[in-house]
């Protein structure tokens, strides 16, 4: 105090004195200091997501790529068409498996002998006759014709040229002894290996070879699944908003309501999966696996999410435009549909998004209701046996076969791109309708 | 500014309030208000804050009612009819007895949308050229549509305040009601708008009866026949507004308009 009492001249006011400035350094460090701790946390976070990014990247990329075989493919007809009708529908499936074992010995005449050349075999996929019969199966002509195919190589060829399996390694500790390997090095010399590009992955559903493993079964199981979700979720978690938000009255009741509606969004997925088993499946008998039911679990699942976020956007709604509405005469119904719920929806709309995305992520509970089954083919509708995308990767990441593990990091990719496209459709849709008053 | 007498008796009450106490909750906020509402006349209802007069105003088109704890007692009619009656319907009500806010509330639409939703609301118009007549008559008597006219496409939101508060103006009377009521509807306001907004009340009052807060008394003063002075949730005095800012009857009155407290 003996500042203040001093006599102050201009220069020398409390306010400039030499401890004020210590005041204002301080003050200035402090908000510096701040500001450093806040790009540290930033830079921390987006460090964590780039070294997850890079792994999964540096994983999966080389799934989306196969080594394949080149080889001189004889259509044989006795094999192919042993009734010679000529009629694809009586093909031998099976035998063009054979077909290219024959083209691989005319290839390796060297390799007799039954050991031989069931060691020549491992060099090409044992489904290799399946690529095969899709190219030319269905081609009355081709039959007698000897043509040039890329054949997938078997999986540990695979990953022997993916650098997965080292080749220096002792010819015991690896799937592909000597004498294979200088098979594989040949046909690259010669330029009949090289990597093609993994549309499979793309087209078909899951399988037990890695090489005939792919996506596009759990994509439409995804799909599927989150139509039944939001086509259930969105109405019912509108409807509870709106009715919790804009009409119930305040009282016990409704407390209890919304606490037990916030008390649900904590709620472990895995609980809403044993429901689904217990309710869906063992008490009305709806079909296990299917997207219906799924999509049944996880819309119950994301029901609450989907109603705390709508009732936030509904409060978000100012006061003065329900005001406005109500004194022009409208009914309390009116104003909402009119006016605040056309309001409200980039929020509810951003909510739901989410709410999906998180959805499409969903593993635990699916698992209860038996979509991890092994589904070898897309599903064709909501009751067929059905994967997803985050199953499909927890059924890979389970599998033995090196193959998989490629497999496993690509699938992450591609969910990851569906999850990344949902959050931008979210960021657009809010931005587009976005109305400021 | 032509001054009636306002005295009760040549004209007829067009709403009238008997006995009305008004509750939040445990908290009783109007404390038996007894106040007649003349034909064609504009009332002006002032007072410091809190004293309970937007509370009055809003009981008379039942805003109050979406208040969960408000509670209204005694008897508000309109044209001797109950407006609390279970049976009236609270929109009808509200159609006939419209509402100007305290800050321009514009739906985020269209000029034009803003005026056409009450017309549609209540089925006063189905054609469009009905509706276009409508907007231009309704823009005009709130003296907004030389202002507009060329741009009723526009959102209402981007309009200037004073604009903003005629547009609401202008979409109260769309409806055609009976009453408007105006909670305050120059606080929001620079000076030349709220002079603008004044001459306004004053065409107005030949077609509507208006009930008007104000907290600025020389505007009480400049807009209406009649006043009403509030005080704790009481109503002090009612009469000419002339003779309230002359001669008031009541201490309370006097220390109010001469600004010993407000």
Redesign the interface.
């Known amino acids: 105090m003996t500042e203040i009492a001093a006599p102050m001249t201009a220069t020398h006011s409390f306010h400039t004195s030499v401890e004020a400035e210590k005041r204002l350094r301080a003050r200035y460090a402090a908000e510096q200091r701040f500001k450093i701790y806040g790009i540290l946390a930033i830079a921390v976070a987006c460090l964590m997501l780039v070294v997850l990014l890079f792994t999964i990247t540096r994983e999966g990329m080389t799934a989306f790529w196969q080594t394949a075989i080149r080889l001189e493919v004889t259509i044989d007809p006795a094999k192919i068409d042993p009734k010679g009708t000529r009629n694809p529908a009586d093909f031998d499936r099976a035998a063009f498996q054979d077909v290219i074992h024959e083209a691989l010995y005319t290839r390796f005449p060297q390799a007799e002998g039954r050991i031989a050349r069931k060691e020549l075999r491992g060099l090409i996929s044992p489904v290799a006759g399946v690529f095969l019969a899709k190219e030319v199966g269905d081609d009355a002509a081709m039959l007698g014709r000897t043509i040039q195919v890329w054949i997938p190589a078997s999986d540990a060829i695979n990953q022997i040229e993916k650098g997965r399996i080292d080749r220096n390694e002792e010819e015991a500790n690896r799937p592909i002894n000597d004498r294979q390997l200088a098979w594989f090095d040949q046909l690259k010399k010669d330029g009949d290996s090289g990597p093609i590009f993994n549309s499979t992955f793309f087209t078909s559903s899951d399988s037990n070879y890695p090489e005939l493993a792919g996506l596009f079964g759990a994509v439409v199981g995804s799909v599927l699944t989150l139509i039944v979700t939001l086509s259930l979720a969105l109405p019912i978690g509108i409807a509870t908003a709106v009715y919790l938000e804009e009409f119930a009255?305040?009282n016990r009741l409704t407390d209890l309501i919304e606490v037990n509606i916030n008390n649900l969004a904590a709620v472990p997925s895995i609980v809403f999966g044993l429901l689904g088993l217990a309710v869906f499946l063992q008490f009305f008998g709806l079909p296990r696996s299917s997207p219906l039911v799924g999509g049944m679990v996880i819309a119950l699942m994301s029901l609450p999410t989907i109603i705390i976020s709508a009732r936030a956007a509904l409060k978000a709604v100012?006061p003065?435009?329900?005001?406005?509405?109500?004194?022009?005469?409208?009914?309390r119904l009116?104003t909402v549909a009119?006016?605040v719920l056309p309001?409200a929806m980039p929020g509810i709309l951003t909510g739901t998004i989410i709410a999906m995305a998180h959805a499409l992520g969903e593993t635990a509970p699916l698992l209860m209701v038996g979509m991890n089954a092994f589904v070898t083919s897309a599903p064709s509708g909501f009751l067929d046996s059905a994967s997803v995308l985050p199953v499909q990767v927890y059924i890979w990441a389970d599998a033995p076969e090196r193959g998989f593990v490629e497999l496993t990091s690509a699938a992450i990719m591609v969910l990851l791109v569906f999850l990344v496209a949902m959050n931008g459709t979210a960021i657009w849709l809010r931005k587009k309708f976005e109305?400021?008053? | 500014m032509t001054k009636t007498s306002g005295e009760a008796g040549t004209k007829r009450a067009k709403m009238a309030g008997r006995g009305v106490k008004v509750f939040y909750g445990e908290k009783r906020a109007l404390h038996g208000i007894d106040v007649d509402i003349y034909q064609n006349e504009v009332l002006a209802l002032i007072g410091p804050s809190g004293c309970g007069k937007s509370t009055f105003l809003r009981t008379l088109?039942r805003?109050n009612d979406?208040i969960?704890i408000c509670r209204v007692e005694g008897k508000i009619t309109l044209d001797g009819q109950d407006i609390y009656d279970p049976k009236l319907d609270v929109?009808?009500?509200?159609?006939r007895v419209?509402?100007v806010?305290q800050?321009p509330?514009?739906?985020?639409k269209s000029i034009y949308d803003n005026i056409v939703?009450?017309p549609k609301?209540?089925g006063l118009a189905t054609r469009k050229d009905e509706f276009d007549a409508i907007v231009e008559q309704s823009l005009k008597r709130a003296g907004l549509w030389t202002e507009v006219k060329d741009r009723l496409n526009e959102p209402g939101?981007g309009l200037s305040g004073g604009q903003q508060q005629r547009l609401?103006i202008a979409?109260?009377v769309a409806?055609s009601p009976e009453v408007i009521l105006m909670d305050e509807p120059c606080s929001a306001l620079d000076p030349i708008a709220t002079a603008h907004i004044e001459e306004l009340i004053d065409e107005l009052r030949a077609n509507f009866t208006i009930v008007i807060v104000t907290h600025n008394m020389q505007q009480a003063a400049r807009v209406s026949q009649r006043t009403a002075f509030f005080h704790l949730g009481d109503l002090v005095e009612v009469g000419a507004t002339e003779e309230i800012f002359t001669n008031p009857r009541d201490e309370r009155t006097q220390g109010y308009i001469t600004g010993r407290y407000g």
């Open positions: 009255p305040k100012p003065s435009i329900r005001e406005a509405a109500l004194g022009m005469g409208a009914s009116q009119h006016h309001l109305r400021r008053w | 088109n805003m979406t969960d929109v009808q009500l509200r159609a419209g509402m806010f800050k509330n514009p739906f985020p939703y009450g609301l209540h939101t609401c979409r109260a409806v």
